[in-house]
């Protein structure tokens, strides 16, 4: 391995530990701190990257714990979908929004709505993609 390869690995691993300081104790707390925060700064936006095409983004938006896990939610998840499971969690805490299912592929864990809060969006779709990135 050159020098190079070394610096990128290292840089990488920063970039990551970095961004991953920024965990969220709850999806509430989460909600409150980062997501309604940016949708009230950009209230014409439908997903957190801003874009309106269908185009997937990796990008991580941010961490939050739940479960006993920490969970990565990517930036091309809609704002719909999150208020729904916030408002859900709002109205009684003891009302989880979220069921635990493997990813289409089988690679990953991720988070997804309950059928029945599903039927409350205005598309098909939840355009929700909160994966899990580590247990803690």
């Not at 014409?44 to 185009?55: A, K, N, Q, T, W």
Request: glycine share 2%; proline share 4%; net charge neutral.
């Amino acid at each position: 391995m050159n020098d190079r390869t070394k610096f990128e690995q290292t840089f990488i691993k920063e970039i990551v530990l970095m961004n991953m300081s920024e965990q969220y104790q709850d999806f509430v707390e989460f909600m409150k701190s980062k997501v309604i925060p940016k949708q009230n700064a950009n209230p014409s936006h439908i997903r957190l990257d801003g874009r309106e095409e269908p185009v997937g983004n990796r990008e991580s938006f941010g961490y939050f714990k739940r479960y006993g896990c920490i969970w990565r939610l990517n930036k091309d998840t809609r704002y719909e979908t999150l208020m729904l499971a916030h408002k859900t969690i709002e109205n009684n805490e003891n009302d989880d929004p979220f069921i635990v299912k493997p990813t289409r592929e089988k690679k990953n864990i991720s988070l997804k709505l309950r059928e029945d809060l599903k039927e409350q969006l205005n598309n098909s779709d939840e355009y929700l993609y909160i994966y899990l990135e580590s247990k803690i």
